[in-house]
């Protein structure tokens, strides 16, 4: 079995910072795109930052030079960690910050990767 749990979500006055922590554990063969997700109120899920296997990073417009991302290059382990630094956070930052993980299964028959989410940390901002 596969899990994907964040820790480190939590209330912060605007200009603060936060680090939010993902870890992907269990029956991992591989881990390949790990990426952080936000759903702030009443909006869509987007994309905050993403990675791939081979380190490559991409972030939103909304949170370049701001928010900084680190994953362990422990990729044939069955343990991936994805950290999320947020600094100078805005109130526009508050949202549900969610973990996503691609995962090749170490008992896959099929070789076939499957999407994993994480249960989502709160995160607010607000004075």
């Known amino acids: 079995q596969v899990q994907v749990v964040e820790t480190g979500g939590g209330l912060v006055q605007p200009g603060g910072s936060l680090n939010l922590s993902c870890t992907a554990s269990g029956n991992i063969f591989r881990v390949y795109d790990m990426n952080w997700y936000r759903q702030p109120p009443g909006k869509q899920r987007e994309l905050v930052a993403a990675?791939?296997?081979?380190?490559?990073?991409?972030?939103?417009?909304s949170v370049k030079g701001r928010f900084t991302i680190s994953r362990d290059t422990g990729k044939n382990t069955h343990k991936n960690t994805l950290s999320l630094q947020m600094n100078s956070l805005k109130p526009e930052d508050t949202a549900v910050y969610y973990c996503?993980?691609?995962?090749?299964?170490?008992?896959?028959?099929?070789?076939?990767?499957?999407?994993?989410w994480g249960q989502g940390t709160q995160v607010t901002v607000s004075s």
């Open positions: 990675t791939t296997i081979d380190g490559t990073t991409r972030f939103a417009d």
């Open positions: 996503y993980a691609e995962i090749l299964p170490d008992d896959s028959e099929t070789g076939t990767t499957k999407d994993y």
